[in-house]
């Protein structure tokens, strides 16, 4: 069918025996319709295959039904192997769905993706934004909350800015997991931190370093970025600073994965020689060799959760400034 042949909001009216305009406010979800009016204008568009036109509906309700899922990374970073931000991105789009929303995942890996995010998201171009994998003092959620957009991040805005947010229990997670190898009687436990320009790589590393201090341990820290690759240097490191680290936290999964693959080329033994936990518990995480015990958090449900709670602002309705999901120790053979 032509752009032409389309029926138009006229021909349902005619149909349905009803205005323009009746038409239009019953296609644009308005209640002060009588219902039985709404079934005839409803009873047309089926009749006569009427498709709204999504931009003129826009401009109407003010509303774009799409909701923006922002993630400052790289796309190598996004569609890796981790699992984390698919399961983010899962978990948004299952709850879009059910709203009946669509949701448009923007990149900004770079200062040049970052400007085109904000020009796309100040034109109110979708009805809000979700933020995840947020890095620095990024001053974005911020500005756009400022300026009415209905606006939620996971995990605390480093710069301080009045948005709510959805995180995991980061530092209670690694806490389990401390005390758990204090309890195996490892007393030379290292950590491969996160990115401490992120607040999951600050709060776990701040889970590891109290919790060690408490018991009167020593702090054994390199850093990475929670890739294999900077997983693989933290290791090496380690065991060139402590040749004698008998247990190691990795603030993810993929840096534990590249400390027992590290480990087993130095020739040490795991669990026997050095205990290796990680965080995330991804998939893979139960393959590894030995399978890995590791901090899981529930990735998907944090996606569904913010997104939740933007509908909910969005609607009007009140929500938690800060909502935090729960952490669980997941013990397999690798401690």
């Known amino acids: ?156 805005p480093l710069d301080g800015a009045d948005v709510p947010y959805v995180d995991v229990d980061h530092v209670g997670g690694v806490t389990r997991a401390i005390r758990y190898l204090i309890e195996q009687g490892r007393r030379r436990i290292a950590t491969i931190a996160g990115p401490q320009d992120m607040v999951a790589g600050i709060e776990r590393f701040d889970g590891y370093r109290d919790t060690v201090a408490a018991a009167g341990l020593p702090t054994l820290v390199a850093y990475g970025d929670f890739t294999r690759e900077s997983g693989t240097a933290a290791m090496r490191q380690l065991l060139a600073e402590h040749p004698d680290v008998d247990a190691v936290f990795a603030a993810s999964d993929l840096m534990a994965h590249a400390a027992l693959r590290t480990l087993r080329e130095a020739g040490k033994r795991v669990p026997q020689d050095v205990a290796v936990i990680g965080f995330d518990d991804i998939e893979t995480a139960a393959y590894t060799e030995p399978p890995l015990t590791t901090i899981r958090q529930p990735i998907v449900e944090l996606g569904r959760a913010m997104t939740r709670q933007l509908l909910r602002i969005a609607a009007g309705e009140p929500v938690e400034h800060a909502l935090m999901l729960s952490t669980e120790l997941v013990v397999r053979e690798s401690a």
Do not use: W
Request: glycine letters at 8%.
């Open 1 to 156: 069918m032509t752009t032409a042949q389309r029926p138009t909001l006229e021909a349902v009216a005619r149909r349905a025996g009803v205005s323009r305009a009746t038409v239009s406010r019953v296609v644009n979800g308005s209640t002060t319709v009588a219902e039985s009016i709404q079934q005839a204008v409803r009873r047309a568009v089926e009749e006569l295959g009427y498709v709204p036109n999504l931009a003129a509906r826009s401009l109407v309700t003010q509303r774009t039904d799409s909701v923006a899922l922002v993630m400052p990374e790289a796309a190598t970073r996004v569609f890796s192997d981790d699992q984390v931000f698919p399961g983010i991105i899962r978990g948004a789009a299952q709850e879009l769905e059910a709203a009946d929303k669509q949701l448009v995942l923007m990149l900004a890996g770079s200062p040049a993706g970052h400007e085109r995010v904000e020009r796309y998201t100040t034109g109110r171009h979708v009805d809000g934004v979700l933020f995840a994998s947020l890095h620095g003092e990024d001053p974005l959620p911020g500005k756009l909350a400022r300026l009415g957009i209905p606006v939620v991040c996971s995990g605390r």
